[in-house]
């Protein structure tokens, strides 16, 4: 019965709809002329009257069927004459609205309303008519005094029969939609669509970045830099440039970013220090593009200059991303020793790591050793802005650089000239560029899971880190709030646009929604479409217990996303050759190397990279099911990493674990395998 009841209405309103309606009046003789259908039950047309006829002044009546058997109003429709009308009729209500236009020779404007009006606490919900200025768009100024739960809705014909709220608070218009909220204070203008349904509120009396800001932290010009920051907590937001204070103040939200305040400083100030003060505490720049050592300053950057003189080489060729063999390296420790036949300014340098010609005992080393092994890509670890070993005059500080400060600069330590902030960026460059030369890509080990410490971001906003630590290092970085999620992505596609990097190996990337690893890498292969991008990471997070698990990287779930070209390591095709890293034993089926009735199945299957037996990416697997990959691209298959025991550490730990002679002198392997 009640579907009978539903289709009967639908037809109801169809008929409605459809119906002719005749416009009747001293324009054109009081002949029947159809009105133009808009929706619903709104139709219109644009009459342009003159004196009137020898029955009264300039008049008209709405005709429902041509025929004048039922027309409205009761009593003719007065107008001024010598005016052009665009006239709506509600065919429900019978009500009639008009609206003067120039003409009706193509100079009116269109519209899909025939009128629109403000009301809200602004004007004590009252009826504040809205002006027609352009074919569809209705504009009106209101004066908002951010009191609290501010809102405002629009009604059509002053009187709620047809209102607009916004359900989604996305800019878009639903009729009978739900009170539009706004904290903004001051003069305001309102701009409705009533094609699109679109709306948006500009502040008046602006001067600068009136409508939003299209990126964040320091964008530089010669005559004038932009600084903005997100702030979701606290409106009292500073910028100290050069030792001057600045207030920073909340812009439109634009560009898919909210919350943001903003500052445009005039004048030149390319390399000169500044830091965000964000309530009363002092904050670097999360988008900070160069930094100062040991101190809360970032550096205003000019990229322009730094490229490569005469551009940037042609970057090796990648047929398929199956093809990579990715060798990890640490920039200290691949030329720090004099064995390494790197000059002496340069060990442990960025230009350290491609200086050719090197030799020890008549042996290729450093980037030369790298052509003979026949690697695809380096895989740098972390080589940004890291918080350890701070005394740049201590060579011997060693740390492996998972402490991150500013996630897009160049770390200091690497540098031959840090202070030198121009040549800092040259000289990473110039790395990336000489690997390329060599036929060598470049990855790069970024530590977006979390921070040195959260004194970081904390200051800005909580909401930067999850409430729980997934890292294990005393805080995790939340990608789950928008903001911090498209932090990360800008600053991968930065590495990208401005270093020319070829790809990403994320630490613990396992803290991450997969849909969220999958928007960035989209995101960057959609923008770089010619780079063949390489993007991967470990599928774990720190040893935490995580009550979203089933939604973040994970073997089992990796295969979701295989579309993003995203990949993992492949742990249990490690485990199956040399066991756990943690210790020399070994568990059942593990120590294939160590010919410890090792489970083959797992190197079989691994050796096929990983794929799953069905076909089916939304299939639900264990979450550490060896067979996790939707192509072959997204397993990563290795023995060795930087973390725990190498396979020469296993395989002596092993030996004398269970009482087997060495057998191999220590030197016989350290050329090939990785150290501890």
């Not at 359900?167 to 409705?192: C, F, R």
């Not at 026949?374 to 350890?388: I, K």
């Not at 031959?416 to 690997?435: G, I, L, S």
Request: proline share 5%.
């Amino acid at each position: 019965m009640k579907r009978k009841l539903m289709i009967s209405a639908l037809l109801v309103c169809s008929a409605n709809a459809s119906a002719d309606w005749y416009f009747r009046g001293t324009p054109n003789d009081w002949s029947a002329e159809a009105l133009d259908f808009v929706g619903g039950s709104q139709y219109k047309t644009c009459q342009s009257f003159a004196s009137g006829d020898a029955g009264g002044g300039p008049r008209f009546k709405i005709d429902r069927f041509g025929d004048w058997q039922q027309a409205y109003p009761t009593s003719d429709y007065a107008v001024t004459g010598n005016k052009s009308y665009e006239i709506f009729f509600d065919s429900d209500s019978q009500s009639i609205q008009i609206s003067e236009v120039a003409s009706c020779d193509g100079g009116g404007m269109a519209s899909n309303f025939p009128s629109l009006y403000f009301r809200g606490t602004a004007n004590g919900w009252g009826t504040s008519a809205m002006a027609l200025v352009a074919d569809n768009t209705w504009q009106i100024e209101v004066n908002f005094d951010g009191q609290t739960n501010q809102r405002f809705k629009l009604d059509v014909q002053g009187d709620w029969s047809q209102n607009y709220g916004d359900d989604n608070s996305d800019g878009t218009l639903e009729q009978t939609g739900a009170d539009i909220y706004t904290p903004v204070s001051g003069d305001h203008l309102l701009t409705v669509d009533d094609a699109s349904l679109g709306y948006s509120l500009e502040p008046l009396g602006c001067t600068q970045n009136c409508g939003g800001v299209q990126s964040l932290g320091a964008v530089y010009s010669v005559n004038e830099t932009t600084f903005s920051l997100w702030s979701p907590d606290h409106s009292e937001v500073q910028l100290v440039l050069d030792g001057q204070s600045h207030a920073l103040n909340k812009v439109p939200n634009s560009n898919g970013m909210t919350d943001i305040y903003s500052v445009t400083v005039p004048g030149d100030w390319k390399l000169k220090p500044y830091y965000f003060v964000v309530n009363g505490v002092v904050v670097r720049d999360p988008y900070g593009k160069m930094a100062e050592p040991n101190s809360d300053n970032n550096i205003v950057m000019d990229p322009d200059g730094t490229d490569p003189p005469g551009g940037w080489s042609a970057r090796p060729a990648l047929a398929e991303r199956e093809d990579a063999v990715i060798y990890e390296v640490h920039v200290r420790d691949f030329t720090i020793a004099p064995e390494s036949g790197v000059s002496a300014n340069k060990r442990g340098k960025f230009l350290g790591m491609v200086e050719g010609g090197t030799r020890f005992n008549g042996v290729a080393t450093g980037i030369d050793h790298l052509k003979e092994l026949g690697v695809t890509h380096v895989q740098l670890m972390p080589a940004y802005d890291f918080g350890s070993c701070p005394d740049l005059a201590d060579s011997s500080c060693y740390n492996w650089g998972y402490d991150p400060r500013n996630y897009s600069v160049p770390e200091e330590r690497y540098s031959q000239t840090p202070y030198d902030y121009e040549n800092r960026v040259r000289e990473f460059k110039q790395m990336v560029d000489e690997f390329h030369q060599a036929g060598i890509r470049v990855i790069m080990d970024v530590v977006y899971n979390h921070t040195y410490s959260k004194e970081m971001f904390e200051p800005i906003s909580t909401s930067y880190y999850t409430p729980t630590d997934l890292s294990g290092t005393g805080n995790s970085i939340d990608a789950n709030v928008p903001m911090v999620s498209r932090m990360i992505r800008d600053s991968l596609e930065y590495w990208v646009d401005e270093y020319n990097i070829d790809g990403f190996r994320f630490d613990l990337i396992g803290i991450f929604d997969y849909d969220e690893v999958e928007d960035w890498a989209s995101h960057l292969n959609d923008k770089f479409p010619d780079r063949n991008l390489l993007i991967y990471g470990e599928p774990w997070n720190g040893y935490a217990s995580d009550p979203r698990e089933s939604e973040r990287v994970r073997l089992g779930t990796i295969g979701r996303i295989h579309q993003s070209r995203v990949g993992v390591f492949n742990p249990k095709f490690r485990e199956a050759i040399k066991g756990q890293n943690d210790n020399g034993g070994c568990n059942s089926g593990d120590c294939f190397a160590m010919n410890n009735s090792p489970d083959t199945w797992r190197i079989e299957v691994g050796s096929r990279a990983g794929i799953r037996f069905a076909n089916d990416k939304d299939a639900v697997i264990d979450t550490w099911d060896p067979m996790f990959a939707m192509d072959p691209e997204q397993s990563i298959n290795y023995v060795s990493a930087h973390d725990n025991l190498s396979l020469r550490d296993k395989l002596l730990q092993w030996a004398d674990l269970n009482g087997v002679d060495r057998g191999i002198p220590t030197c016989a392997v350290c050329r090939c395998l990785p150290t501890a």
